[in-house]
């Protein structure tokens, strides 16, 4: 158990690094939304990947500066450290295909849903227009996996941060149930200026902004749960610095087949396609949380004699 003492320096270095994080990040973010630049990918002409790219890495330098400041040094490994260690003893190596796999999983099951929902819009003939080579698409899922683990240094830099300094002291401050949801809606605060900017939603949405703050704020509770898991279980970053790489490639070949001139209604809306796609990912999400809970309870359970 914590004592008070504990919990004051830690909570004390926790709002440090969320201040020097959101400082960092919010002054590169507001640069991008004074310049009057859209972040929305299919508009940015290229602002949107820098934005985003340098944004991933400020959680990073927010705890070389908050270690800084604190005096907790930069070990890499064991307890209180930076968790950049690999360890895949133990069967450990499990969290890591769990890290490479899942996103493709929860990315098909979610496109597989909006056909479901919306039937018409699956359309073959468009998929032979829009991928001339068949094996593409159908090899998609492969590259998007080896692409994210290739470059998972960028979601490294967000992890770091994250998982590897925020949440070992949430979990300290709050328990597991209830530091996986501040967490996330943390992290989701911290998407603001660029959901703002039109990143992940665009503009043309029912309820703007607010309604993408909220989506956003709840994807990241969502990943957050399965991230953190990763980082708990392997006392590592890295299994959520590659799963969060393999996620921002969107690994599914279903996407393919979805035309979009055939979604009609609210699916139209990019906040309600967005919360159906990610619907899978939040059923997996609640699971994994339900089963840790259970087992952190039965840890703590006295074993009778």
């Given at each position: 158990?914590?004592d008070?003492k504990?919990?004051?320096i830690?909570?004390?270095?926790?709002l440090?690094?969320?201040?020097?994080t959101?400082?960092?990040s919010?002054?590169?973010?507001?640069?991008?939304v004074v310049s009057?630049k859209?972040l929305d990918?299919?508009?940015?002409?290229?602002?949107?990947?820098?934005?985003?790219t340098?944004?991933?890495?400020?959680p990073?330098?927010?705890?070389?500066?908050?270690?800084?400041?604190?005096?907790?040094?930069?070990t890499?490994?064991?307890?209180?450290?930076m968790?950049?260690g690999i360890?895949?003893k133990?069967?450990k190596?499990?969290?890591?295909?769990?890290?490479?796999?899942l996103?493709?999983?929860?990315?098909e099951?979610g496109?597989?849903l909006k056909i479901?929902?919306q039937?018409?819009?699956?359309?073959?003939e468009f998929?032979?227009?829009?991928?001339?080579d068949?094996?593409?698409a159908?090899?998609?899922p492969l590259?998007?996996?080896v692409s994210?683990?290739?470059?998972?240094?960028?979601g490294l830099g967000e992890?770091?941060?994250w998982?590897?300094y925020m949440?070992p002291?949430m979990?300290?401050?709050?328990?597991?149930?209830k530091?996986v949801?501040?967490g996330g809606?943390?992290?989701?605060i911290?998407?603001?200026?660029?959901t703002y900017?039109?990143h992940?939603?665009?503009?043309?949405y029912k309820?703007y902004?607010f309604?993408?703050?909220?989506a956003m704020?709840?994807?990241?509770v969502?990943?957050?749960?399965l991230?953190t898991?990763l980082t708990?279980?392997?006392?590592?970053?890295?299994?959520a610095a590659?799963?969060h790489a393999v996620?921002?490639?969107?690994?599914?070949?279903?996407?393919?087949f979805?035309?979009p001139?055939k979604v009609?209604?609210i699916?139209?809306?990019?906040?309600v396609?967005f919360?159906?796609h990610?619907?899978?990912a939040?059923v997996?999400?609640?699971?994994?949380?339900?089963v840790w809970?259970?087992?952190e309870r039965?840890?703590k359970t006295?074993?009778k004699i």
């Amino acid at each position: 158990m914590t004592d008070n003492k504990e919990r004051k320096i830690i909570l004390r270095n926790l709002l440090i690094y969320l201040a020097v994080t959101f400082g960092i990040s919010w002054a590169l973010f507001f640069a991008f939304v004074v310049s009057g630049k859209s972040l929305d990918f299919a508009e940015s002409e290229g602002a949107a990947d820098i934005a985003t790219t340098l944004g991933m890495l400020c959680p990073a330098i927010g705890v070389i500066i908050t270690r800084f400041i604190t005096k907790e040094g930069y070990t890499l490994t064991g307890e209180g450290s930076m968790m950049l260690g690999i360890d895949l003893k133990n069967r450990k190596y499990i969290f890591y295909i769990i890290a490479i796999l899942l996103p493709w999983i929860y990315s098909e099951a979610g496109n597989l849903l909006k056909i479901i929902i919306q039937p018409a819009c699956f359309d073959r003939e468009f998929f032979r227009l829009a991928v001339p080579d068949a094996r593409t698409a159908y090899i998609y899922p492969l590259m998007g996996i080896v692409s994210g683990v290739f470059f998972s240094i960028g979601g490294l830099g967000e992890e770091t941060g994250w998982r590897g300094y925020m949440m070992p002291r949430m979990i300290k401050l709050f328990g597991t149930a209830k530091a996986v949801i501040i967490g996330g809606i943390i992290w989701g605060i911290w998407h603001w200026p660029l959901t703002y900017a039109g990143h992940n939603f665009g503009t043309d949405y029912k309820g703007y902004p607010f309604a993408g703050f909220a989506a956003m704020a709840l994807m990241c509770v969502i990943d957050g749960i399965l991230l953190t898991f990763l980082t708990v279980k392997t006392g590592s970053v890295w299994p959520a610095a590659i799963m969060h790489a393999v996620n921002n490639t969107m690994p599914s070949a279903l996407q393919f087949f979805i035309n979009p001139e055939k979604v009609t209604g609210i699916m139209t809306d990019s906040v309600v396609s967005f919360l159906v796609h990610f619907t899978p990912a939040a059923v997996i999400a609640i699971a994994v949380l339900a089963v840790w809970l259970k087992s952190e309870r039965k840890a703590k359970t006295p074993k009778k004699i």
